[in-house]
């Protein structure tokens, strides 16, 4: 029986060093490469569009930036990316931004908690924890229904990714706290949301209820690639809080892997995912902001053990070679969709600072694959 279990135990091992060993990662490429797109994006910050420090566009790319100066950082603590990070919350007093409920304007503070916990000085959170207090406090009495459309609605979770830019905050806070309070006002908010725009036949979310019962050209719902891509980074973000026995996660795991299968699915035969979801011939330009985020939710799925490795790398392998296609010789990410709220045209020369932040996530996932690579 013992010699039975070790021949097992020995076949299981020698097919995941071979899966391993098929990953075309070398952790040096990888870590150059990321070092390209986040050294142009700082030499670059007003190329696109000229966003405010605390807008929801830095706030994405913060996010990024923040692993990236981690990963940067193994070998100098106080990173130059640290201290561009540090500099732009010391200039804004690691204020959030302006809408006291709305989503957008608290994305920055996951950045903001993420900096407190390396440099550990109060006055980097506290501007955080007093916005989230007044919120969980006197919660908005908008609309029940999360009609998206007015100022009044926007205080409420009424547009899928506004899952990306306030829930992790709040996970954040009740990792930081201990206070139920952040956790349960995140999952209330959350489930709300999940419960009027998840389309369960099609595992997939509308951006906001306009979506609903309008067709792509091919007669297909519409289901914008970035605003779920947004969704599932959110979840991935949430996911590396919530501790294994708080009974919260179970929900979000089980979204989590629902999600990954789907869009796997969705994936196009170069790589990438395309502005439209179940229409992609009609919006036939490659999109980096979505593709980034996908690939850095399923490669941390891969790596946190949540997702299958043989399932999902051959799908991870090539959106991060499509992911590094779009970069130019001088470290600028292309094709990333403008601004907006459904699928639309996109062009090589389009980048965002938010496709970049996604970049730097979906890099930095694929970097720990690529460790073990030669």
Not at 19 to 44: C, G, R, Y
Not at 295 to 303: K, S, T
Request: net charge neutral; charged share 25%.
């Amino acid at each position: 029986m013992k010699k039975n279990r070790l021949i097992f135990t020995l076949i299981f091992l020698l097919i995941g060093m071979n899966i391993t060993s098929k990953v075309p990662f070398n952790k040096a490429e990888v870590k150059n490469k990321l070092k390209q797109v986040a050294d142009w994006q700082i030499a670059n910050p007003s190329t696109a569009h000229e966003h405010h420090d605390l807008d929801w566009t830095n706030g994405a790319l913060y996010v990024g930036m923040v692993d990236w100066a981690e990963l940067s950082g193994k070998e100098d603590n106080d990173s130059a990316y640290y201290q561009w990070l540090y500099k732009i919350g010391s200039r804004n007093e690691w204020q959030p931004y302006k809408r006291m409920y709305h989503a957008d304007d608290i994305a920055v503070s996951q950045s903001f908690i993420d900096l407190y916990r390396k440099y550990k000085k109060e006055e980097m959170l506290i501007p955080t924890l007093a916005r989230a207090e007044w919120i969980v406090n006197h919660p908005s009495n908008s609309t029940f229904r999360l009609e998206y459309g007015n100022s009044k609605t926007l205080e409420r979770w009424t547009w899928c990714d506004a899952l990306f830019m306030a829930p992790p905050v709040y996970a954040k806070l009740y990792r930081e706290t201990g206070n139920r309070k952040y956790l349960q006002f995140m999952d209330n908010e959350y489930r709300a949301t999940y419960d009027y725009l998840f389309d369960k036949e099609d595992s997939l979310f509308y951006r906001d209820w306009h979506y609903f019962g309008k067709k792509e050209a091919n007669g297909k719902k519409v289901f914008w690639g970035r605003g779920n891509a947004w969704v599932l980074g959110g979840l991935a973000e949430i996911l590396q809080e919530l501790p294994s026995d708080v009974m919260e996660r179970k929900f979000y795991e089980e979204l989590f892997v629902k999600l990954c299968y789907r869009v796997a699915k969705l994936q196009n035969k170069d790589g990438y995912w395309r502005a439209s979801l179940l229409d992609p011939a009609s919006y036939s330009s490659p999109e980096t902001s979505s593709t980034g985020f996908f690939v850095y939710a399923l490669a941390y799925g891969v790596n946190s053990g949540l997702l299958s490795e043989k399932d999902f790398m051959p799908v991870i392998i090539k959106g991060w070679k499509a992911l590094t296609d779009a970069v130019d010789a001088t470290g600028k990410l292309g094709w990333v969709q403008p601004i907006g709220a459904d699928p639309a045209k996109v062009t090589r020369d389009m980048t965002e600072v938010y496709g970049v932040g996604a970049f730097l996530l979906a890099g930095c996932q694929i970097y720990k694959m690529a460790a073990a690579t030669k």
